[in-house]
């Protein structure tokens, strides 16, 4: 080892070192320098050794001088020449042990690229929120949140202030009070309502009519009210957080190399915090570490913890009490013990807890799709408690709150994966012991990077009159009836108030969906399954990467990782690992190629479903565009024509992916690709004809003539398909798995023909029949399996009307609408479907 380099090392370890790391490593310095004062003396006996040892030494010193002068210049040029070499692998060998030291062979976090900011509100709905919550358009920096240093200046008290600086940090970041909240909710009036009401409904159903008997009946609803209370109730403590986060700060870093969040970000939450108005944080859902991400985030940045809502399943022993104290409320997946019974006692519980929590000051945060996500796509939204906010906005109890859409992204999630539910195995329950393997699996293991963000707050107040206008526009009057005491859909409430919750629920989804920064595994995945499933060389697959990256950038996607992407691909691969992606050597270049077989493929495809999300509008385009273009010679298609299939192509895929926001129209979305397509040379215009049907392709702000004057009605256009194109052909490929599947549970229908189906049972014939188009080659892509997308067919078909459902002996069965069921009916709605199944 060359000085030079064990004083950068000095100096590099100190810098980052505390005082007592810094003795042991000056310490371990001086054994090498007495290790290397002995290695010079062996050198030295050495080269007199073999000096003495030259042929010609005949172990007497009376030689000519010009023979020995010859013979010591042979040697010196040969020691020469092996000390160089000798230095050189010294040198290899110094780097490759720092290196084999590192996690990470480059910095992958943007902690000195500056970023622009993302996720503004939108200036539709919120532009007053915009304006006021904004810190400017300047770029900010990347933060680790694992490292205390880049949370702020960490002033050193001492000794101890420096040995111990996350001790000193999570002992003096900014205080709160969080107010215990439990008497009062079960003092309430409303609450005592639903009690007496419980008692009497139960005293009836069992034919009791006696006073005393009632009497009996209330008191067990009471003590089961107080039940529902002590299981739900939250124990959030200040104390808890600075030692969860101490804790946290010791066991994160162990799975991550960093979790990194813009700067602007944390100053935007400040901004808002100081309003005084309560925050409302909406998170995507992707993996049980986005509670302990979020609630991490915000204390150790100056901000109020929130109460947050979870499942009882993670009420376990031990964990589920340390969850109580950094803030969890827990509350049932289903809400209701006996179907088609609404659970009225509970809700009113739930509700009233949640009201005075709010009115106490606390924040809040619930998961905007309910569970985690199994497919990597966001779920639908569930609107139960946001309801909440809106009733308390609405009867006049809250004034006004703060929503936040909050994203959390994984290169590698901690929980692995969920192939088999995918698969139609059910979900396993949450036990101690599989905690504990959880654990000790996370902690031996590397999950790379994390990227959490938080979008710009806006008002609950500005949204909700912004959609109340909107709806007053269209029908002239706008009911405002919120619901007496209950949840979302407890009681009778009004269609017009069921709207807005949704409405407001789905576009918080399309924000935060948005705003998901994009991971290197993501990106990698996303490309090996839908560009190079044939597999590719590292050379091409690195300048795919690179046009990736300056799309996304353009269409102000932001990413989670920085460098070379080269560099990217090989870090992204290795966390993927082997059974993911085959690695292999071939011409003297490094191959890649995606396993894509069950249930391998289903994994991979997970981490390629976030660029999905980002893409699928464009996909519907580029599939309707080959589908009207199937049968033509000229592939010539008229622009109204493409935007009429494409919004049938959309309804379809309802549930699977959110379009737009809620406050935009899908013709002016599906209107913006086809100008980026006709940028992209994927459509160029052929012709323009007069009498066409309607507005599309013509400016958005001409007004539509009626139809019955041909000669002013606006041009139809039509544009010419360049079906070679690469991007068109990448763009179709990535919803054929879907297609796929949905033709083949609209197919199924022809079997449910006078037949009531279970809903388990229905689930398990069509993945049998997927299975089936795999094995005979009918269906392409194995991740075409999932069960996923098989119930939201069926959701589809519910709504759609041609499939009907009720609960039967506590069981959910289904069967065909009489309406349809005549094979004739059925041929028309499966060709909605088998009209998008072309092969690529």
Not at 205 to 228: H, L, M, S, Y
Not at 594 to 614: A, G, K, M, Q, R
């Amino acid at each position: 080892m060359m000085w030079p380099e064990v004083e950068v090392l000095i100096s590099t370890t100190y810098a980052s070192a505390g005082y007592f790391e810094v003795s042991i490593v000056f310490a371990f310095f001086a054994w090498l320098f007495s290790e290397r004062v002995m290695a010079m003396m062996e050198l030295m006996s050495t080269k007199l050794y073999e000096a003495c040892s030259t042929p010609g030494y005949n172990g007497s010193l009376k030689q000519s001088s010009s023979s020995l002068h010859h013979q010591l210049t042979q040697f010196q040029l040969r020691k020469r020449e092996q000390i160089a070499q000798a230095k050189t692998l010294s040198v290899h060998s110094f780097e490759s042990a720092l290196y084999s030291l590192k996690e990470n062979p480059w910095n992958m976090v943007l902690e000195q690229e500056k970023r622009p900011l993302m996720g503004l509100s939108c200036n539709d709905c919120c532009p007053r929120s915009r304006k006021n919550g904004g810190i400017g358009n300047e770029h900010f920096p990347i933060v680790d949140l694992l490292r205390v240093e880049t949370l702020g200046k960490i002033r050193r008290h001492g000794i101890l202030g420096s040995i111990f600086p996350t001790i000193r940090h999570c002992s003096t970041f900014k205080k709160y009070e969080y107010p215990y909240i439990y008497d009062t909710v079960l003092k309430d009036e409303t609450v005592q309502m639903m009690i007496e009401t419980a008692a009497s409904e139960e005293a009836l159903e069992n034919g009791v009519t006696d006073p005393n008997g009632i009497e009996e009946f209330v008191v067990r609803q009471t003590k089961r009210a107080v039940a529902i209370l002590n299981h739900m109730h939250s124990k959030l403590s200040d104390l808890a957080l600075r030692i969860g986060s101490w804790v946290f700060y010791k066991t994160l870093p162990l799975l991550f190399t960093s979790m990194s969040i813009p700067q602007g970000q944390i100053e935007m939450l400040r901004k808002a915090a100081a309003t005084g108005l309560p925050l409302i944080f909406l998170p995507l859902h992707r993996s049980h570490l986005d509670y302990i991400a979020v609630t991490f985030t915000l204390c150790n940045s100056g901000i109020r913890a929130p109460l947050v809502a979870a499942g009882e399943n993670l009420r376990i022993p031990i964990f589920g009490k340390l969850l109580t104290g950094l803030g969890a409320f827990y509350i049932k997946r289903r809400m209701d013990p006996v179907s088609g019974k609404k659970d009225k006692l509970y809700r009113a519980v739930l509700h009233n807890y949640m009201t005075q929590c709010m009115q106490a000051g606390h924040y809040f945060e619930f998961f905007i799709e309910g569970g985690r996500t199994r497919t990597g796509k966001p779920c639908m939204p569930k609107g139960g408690l946001m309801s909440v906010f809106v009733d308390a906005y609405l009867s006049g109890i809250l004034e006004d709150a703060l929503l936040v859409p909050v994203s959390v992204n994984y290169e590698k999630i901690v929980e692995g994966n969920f192939v088999t539910e995918l698969t139609g195995e059910p979900k396993k329950p949450e036990t101690l012991m599989s905690a504990l393997k959880g654990i000790w699996t996370a902690i031996t293991s590397h999950y790379g990077l994390v990227r959490v963000d938080f979008n710009q707050p806006f008002s609950l107040h500005e949204l909700v009159r912004s959609f109340q206008n909107k709806v007053m526009n269209k029908s002239g009057t706008f009911h405002i009836a919120p619901s007496s005491a209950s949840l979302y859909g407890t009681d009778i409430v009004h269609e017009e108030q069921r709207q807005l919750v949704d409405s407001i629920t789905r576009h918080i989804l399309y924000d935060c969906t948005q705003s998901t920064a994009v991971m290197s595994t993501n990106a990698v995945a996303f490309l090996l399954l839908y560009y190079f499933r044939d597999g590719v060389p590292l050379s091409k697959l690195t300048f795919a990467l690179d046009r990736l990256r300056e799309e996304l950038s353009s269409s102000k996607k932001d990413v989670g990782f920085s460098g070379e992407s080269k560099d990217v691909v090989e870090h992204a691969v290795s966390l993927l690992g082997a059974g993911l992606v085959q690695i292999e050597k071939r011409d003297d270049d490094v191959h890649y190629k995606p396993v894509s077989i069950l249930p391998n493929v289903l994994e991979l495809n997970y981490y390629s479903n976030t660029l999905i999300s980002h893409f699928c509008l464009r996909g519907v385009v580029g599939r309707v565009l080959l589908s009207l273009t199937a049968d033509q010679r000229d592939a010539k298609v008229s622009i109204e024509k493409v935007i009429d299939v494409s919004i049938l192509l959309c309804e379809i895929l309802q549930f699977e992916f959110i379009f737009t926001k809620t406050c935009q129209q899908l013709n002016n979305a599906v209107f913006d690709v086809i100008e980026e397509m006709t940028m992209q040379e994927i459509l160029t215009e052929a012709v323009t004809h007069r009498g066409g049907r309607s507005g599309y392709g013509c400016p958005r702000n001409l007004e539509i003539i009626d139809d019955e004057d041909d000669d002013f009605l606006p041009p139809e256009t039509f544009y010419k398909v360049n079906r070679e194109e690469e991007k068109l052909l990448f763009y179709a490929r990535m919803l054929e798995p879907l297609i796929d599947t949905y033709c083949t549970v609209f197919s199924y229908l022809l079997c449910m023909m006078d037949q009531v189906v279970p809903e388990q049972i229905l689930v398990k014939e069509l993945l049998d029949t997927v299975k089936a188009g795999l094995d005979n080659g009918s269906i392409r892509y194995a991740e075409s399996l999932s069960t996923d997308t098989i119930k939201n067919c069926m959701k589809l078909l519910e709504k759609w009307s041609v499939l009907e459902c009720h609960i039967q002996e506590g069981t959910k069965v289904y069967y065909l609408n009489p309406k349809y069921e005549s094979e004739e009916m059925l041929v028309t709605v499966i060709g909605k479907a088998e009209l998008f199944r072309n092969r690529l």
